[in-house]
């Protein structure tokens, strides 16, 4: 090795000069004179004196002196002082790294020449570098996804947009805009009318219409339980509402059950409705005349008080109840005097007819947005809760009828059972949460999938509806969602089967001063989303 890489032993380098070879003087022998004769004491000690003042011999030459006379014992002596010296040392190099070291006993004085012991050297402390922090829980890393759709969410054409997309496998949001805000559904609400009933009324509840007799002879009551799919058309012609109860039926029951005691008089009991029959916010002349799309709100109907029986839309009446009564009386045969009323205790049933179940009229309320449908279904669920009978209650009524979904209802206000009202309020965000259990056929709500108008296909998106055209065509068939329509604002929520696969739900809302121009620009955004699949960016 080089001389700078010898470990330092603590003796001296071989390049150093050792006392002990530096040539040492030879004396006389103690006790004889230069001429050999011997000397006395005094005169032996004025020799050595004399002799060292004048010679200045090396300190170490008594010691090599004695070393030669004595030679064992000394090297028993040095080789203990040599232990004691190393001992020393090893205690030094302990304390310096923070080690203890061992205790180094003293030499012993009836030591014998035996071999040198070699002091075992103290280890040193190795003192480790702190490891390197690393959080407990490394974030894995997300993926960059690439596919916007931020031009087609700025078209102006959408107003204030409230907007928001959910992978329906994972749950993750891929694209929100104020999807967190509560807002106007308008006919979206019917999803959630739709839940709250199946939950509640269970999907094979029927609504039933029934005629009672009281111990007066001849005397009727006529009890609505809110079926307003009745219908007045006789046996073997078909309303609008499919499979619908006859009124006729109910009248042939009656009759019969009467044994051909003739009919006296009529009480009409629609109690189970409590006013008002139309809800404040609703623009009547709009929807009950020109669009003719809602009804009066009554326990007792027929075909939901259109004037064409047949028809999807047709202007309703202002009197309902008089409406179904008076089909009743036709096919009693008579024209004996009505009253409102309620049934007298003892009053005995003789003849019902019920409505399709609850399935059903979810299914055909959604594929063509019907309102009186909704209406009704509503009312029952706010009665069946205990909320009670009017518009007010259907809000504690429905969100207690929602409660099952385990999705929380923070925000949501329900004004009606249809959507109609712009009191309505619904965050996208809930709506996008319930379509995943719509999908996945959760709590019997794979009726209202069934029930979904289908993008350029079927319902209020089918081809007349002038939805999902021209470059917006590719989303056709892919799309399973609600619509929606009031005075401000259009919305469209439910399904995407995207191009790649991937199962979105969503639910758009164009708000304000928006046109019929937004359905448009509503399909566009949906498209971008059907195009984008699990790559849609929320940037």
Same mark, same amino acid.
């Given at each position: 090795?080089?001389?700078?890489?010898?470990?330092?032993? #603590?003796?001296?380098?071989?390049?150093?000069?050792?006392?002990?070879?530096?040539?040492?003087?030879?004396?006389?022998?103690?006790?004889?004179?230069?001429?050999?004769?011997?000397?006395?004491?005094?005169?032996?000690?004025?020799?050595?004196?004399?002799?060292?003042?004048?010679?200045?011999?090396?300190?170490?030459?008594?010691?090599?002196?004695?070393? +030669?006379?004595?030679?064992?014992?000394?090297?028993?002596?040095?080789?203990?002082?040599?232990?004691?010296?190393?001992?020393?040392?090893? /205690?030094?190099?302990?304390?310096?790294? #923070?080690?203890?070291?061992?205790?180094?006993?003293?030499?012993?004085? =009836?030591?014998?020449?035996?071999?040198?012991?070699?002091?075992?050297?103290?280890?040193?402390?190795?003192?480790?570098?702190?490891?390197?922090?690393?959080?407990?829980?490394?974030?894995?890393?997300?993926?960059?996804?690439?596919?916007?759709?931020?031009?087609?969410?700025?078209?102006?054409?959408?107003?204030?947009?409230?907007?928001?997309?959910?992978?329906?496998?994972?749950?993750?949001?891929?694209?929100?805009?104020?999807?967190?805000?509560?807002?106007?559904?308008?006919?979206?609400?019917?999803?959630?009318?739709?839940?709250?009933?199946?939950?509640?009324?269970?999907? *094979?509840?029927?609504?039933?219409?029934?005629?009672?007799?009281?111990?007066?002879?001849?005397?009727?009551?006529?009890? #609505?339980?809110?079926?307003?799919?009745?219908? +007045?058309?006789?046996?073997?012609?078909?309303?609008?509402?499919?499979?619908?109860?006859?009124?006729?039926?109910?009248?042939?029951?009656?009759?019969?059950? $009467?044994?051909?005691?003739?009919?006296?008089?009529?009480?009409?009991?629609?109690?189970?409705?409590?006013?008002?029959?139309?809800?404040?916010?609703?623009?009547?002349?709009?929807?009950?005349?020109?669009?003719?799309?809602?009804?009066?709100?009554?326990?007792?109907?027929?075909?939901?008080?259109?004037?064409?029986?047949?028809?999807?839309?047709?202007?309703?009446?202002?009197?309902?109840?008089?409406?179904?009564?008076?089909?009743?009386?036709?096919?009693?045969?008579?024209?004996?005097?009505?009253?409102?009323?309620?049934?007298?205790?003892?009053?005995?049933?003789?003849?019902?007819?019920?409505?399709?179940?609850?399935?059903?009229?979810?299914?055909?309320?959604?594929?063509?947005?019907?309102?009186?449908?909704?209406?009704? $279904?509503?009312?029952?669920?706010?009665?069946?809760?205990?909320?009670?009978?009017?518009?007010?209650?259907?809000?504690?009524?429905?969100?207690?009828?929602?409660?099952?979904?385990?999705?929380?209802?923070?925000?949501?206000?329900?004004?009606?059972?249809?959507? $109609?009202?712009?009191?309505?309020? /619904?965050?996208?965000?809930?709506?996008?949460?319930?379509?995943?259990?719509?999908?996945?056929?959760?709590?019997? $709500?794979? /009726?209202?999938?069934?029930?979904?108008?289908? =993008?350029?296909?079927?319902?209020?998106?089918?081809?007349?509806?002038?939805?999902?055209?021209? *470059?917006?065509?590719?989303?056709?068939?892919?799309?399973?969602?609600?619509?929606?329509?009031?005075?401000?604002?259009?919305?469209?929520?439910?399904?995407?089967?995207?191009?790649?696969?991937?199962?979105?739900?969503?639910?758009?809302?164009?708000?304000?001063?928006?046109?019929?121009?937004?359905?448009?620009?509503?399909?566009?955004?949906?498209?971008?989303?059907?195009?984008?699949?699990?790559?849609?960016?929320?940037?």
């Amino acid at each position: 090795m080089r001389e700078s890489d010898q470990p330092d032993t #603590g003796l001296p380098r071989s390049n150093e000069a050792d006392p002990a070879s530096i040539p040492t003087p030879i004396l006389p022998a103690t006790g004889a004179s230069a001429a050999g004769e011997p000397m006395t004491r005094a005169a032996q000690k004025a020799a050595a004196q004399a002799q060292g003042d004048a010679q200045r011999p090396s300190p170490f030459a008594g010691v090599l002196t004695a070393i +030669r006379r004595h030679p064992r014992t000394w090297i028993i002596a040095g080789a203990a002082a040599a232990f004691v010296v190393l001992g020393g040392g090893s /205690v030094a190099l302990g304390a310096t790294v #923070g080690t203890p070291a061992a205790a180094a006993g003293p030499a012993s004085p =009836s030591a014998t020449a035996t071999a040198t012991p070699t002091p075992t050297p103290t280890p040193v402390k190795t003192v480790a570098k702190p490891a390197r922090a690393v959080p407990a829980n490394a974030p894995a890393a997300s993926r960059v996804r690439t596919c916007s759709v931020a031009g087609l969410s700025q078209d102006g054409r959408l107003g204030n947009l409230e907007a928001q997309v959910v992978n329906a496998k994972t749950g993750q949001v891929m694209f929100d805009r104020n999807g967190g805000k509560p807002g106007p559904t308008a006919s979206v609400l019917k999803t959630l009318t739709s839940a709250a009933a199946l939950a509640v009324l269970g999907p *094979d509840y029927r609504v039933s219409t029934t005629v009672l007799k009281t111990s007066t002879p001849g005397q009727l009551v006529l009890v #609505g339980g809110g079926d307003v799919t009745l219908s +007045r058309l006789p046996g073997g012609q078909n309303s609008f509402y499919t499979g619908a109860p006859k009124i006729q039926d109910l009248a042939d029951q009656a009759k019969r059950a $009467l044994g051909g005691q003739p009919v006296t008089s009529i009480i009409v009991d629609t109690s189970l409705f409590g006013a008002p029959v139309w809800q404040p916010s609703w623009d009547e002349h709009e929807e009950r005349v020109v669009e003719g799309s809602t009804s009066y709100i009554t326990a007792l109907q027929v075909d939901g008080d259109r004037d064409d029986p047949t028809a999807i839309e047709s202007p309703r009446s202002t009197d309902p109840v008089g409406r179904a009564v008076q089909s009743f009386q036709q096919y009693l045969g008579t024209n004996v005097p009505v009253a409102a009323g309620t049934a007298p205790a003892g009053a005995q049933q003789i003849a019902v007819v019920q409505s399709q179940p609850v399935t059903t009229l979810v299914d055909q309320a959604m594929r063509v947005s019907d309102n009186t449908i909704m209406e009704e $279904l509503a009312r029952l669920v706010a009665i069946k809760t205990g909320a009670g009978n009017t518009f007010e209650a259907e809000n504690a009524g429905v969100i207690a009828g929602l409660k099952p979904y385990g999705i929380p209802t923070t925000g949501i206000h329900i004004a009606d059972g249809s959507g $109609l009202s712009g009191d309505n309020a /619904v965050p996208p965000s809930y709506l996008t949460q319930l379509f995943i259990k719509v999908l996945n056929r959760q709590n019997g $709500l794979g /009726v209202v999938y069934d029930g979904l108008p289908i =993008s350029g296909q079927s319902g209020t998106l089918a081809s007349g509806y002038d939805r999902f055209t021209g *470059d917006n065509a590719v989303a056709r068939g892919a799309v399973h969602a609600k619509t929606g329509w009031i005075n401000n604002g259009y919305t469209l929520a439910g399904v995407v089967d995207a191009a790649d696969g991937t199962k979105l739900t969503f639910a758009v809302f164009a708000l304000g001063n928006v046109g019929d121009n937004a359905k448009q620009a509503i399909d566009s955004l949906v498209t971008g989303f059907y195009r984008c699949g699990d790559n849609l960016s929320n940037n």
